[in-house]
């Protein structure tokens, strides 16, 4: 079942420009995660966020989570033509803490233009 | 270097003919897990492992098999494949539910 809704599908910005992702999930989670995938290839873990936290920073990236909508936004500042990926939410949902499946989101693909 | 392997990366195969994907990882992880990639409908795990000799089904796990005898191996084996087992598989590891490290993935094409 896939949990997450993300918003937009698509997303294209110019080199510079900050990129705004979000992400809604349906049922109460233990920790909420972002990754990205270059086109073909693996998944990379980008940042990790708890239930109990509402924003946090890693190098250009700031996630927020709201659990109170069930939502979650990955901001990337000052966009770089490397940025250029797919990105994903996925979450850990409590009843799955012991387990850590993660429930993916459809995922947001962004085209940086340099 | 803290890694998932996967082989063979691309595979092209027909129908009736057994394969099996290996996954392994180097972290001493617990947790591992396949996914299959198809476009529209996200990453869809199809096993998963929380330990060794204990497995368990995912979301879409019709058609395929795993085993976990080793805690770093995670073989994903497909009986008897068929055309709408054509995906990108991913197999992934991590510390029960923190950040899972991926594989590169495997192109499978059943003809």
């Known amino acids: 079942s896939q949990q997450g809704e993300e918003d937009p599908q698509a997303l294209s910005i110019q080199e510079g420009e900050n990129a705004t992702m979000n992400c809604s999930y349906k049922?109460?989670?233990?920790?909420l995660q972002w990754y990205r995938q270059n086109s073909g290839r693996g998944l990379v873990h980008l940042i990790l966020?708890?239930?109990?936290?509402r924003e946090k920073h890693s190098g250009r990236l700031r996630v927020t989570l709201d659990t109170s909508k069930k939502s979650s936004s990955l901001l990337i500042t000052a966009s770089r033509a490397a940025d250029t990926a797919s990105y994903f939410c996925a979450t850990v949902s409590n009843g799955s803490s012991n387990t850590g499946k993660l429930i993916f989101g459809q995922g947001t693909t962004l085209q940086v233009k340099p | 270097e803290a890694q998932v392997t996967q082989n063979p990366r691309y595979l092209i195969t027909v129908t009736g003919k057994k394969l099996t994907v290996t996954c392994s990882q180097n972290?001493?992880?617990?947790?591992m897990s396949w996914y299959r990639q198809d476009p529209g409908l996200g990453l869809r795990q199809i096993y998963y492992?929380?330990?060794?000799?204990?497995?368990d089904k995912g979301d879409v796990p019709e058609g395929y098999k795993v085993s976990r005898k080793e805690k770093r191996n995670f073989p994903l084996i497909l009986e008897s494949p068929s055309p709408n087992q054509t995906s990108l598989y991913f197999c992934a590891s991590s510390f029960r539910g923190y950040e899972q490290y991926f594989g590169p993935g495997t192109r499978l094409t059943v003809t």
């Open positions: 966020i708890r239930s109990n936290e």
């Open positions: 049922t109460s989670i233990n920790n």
């Open positions: 492992s929380m330990n060794v000799e204990v497995t």
């Open positions: 972290m001493n992880h617990e947790y």
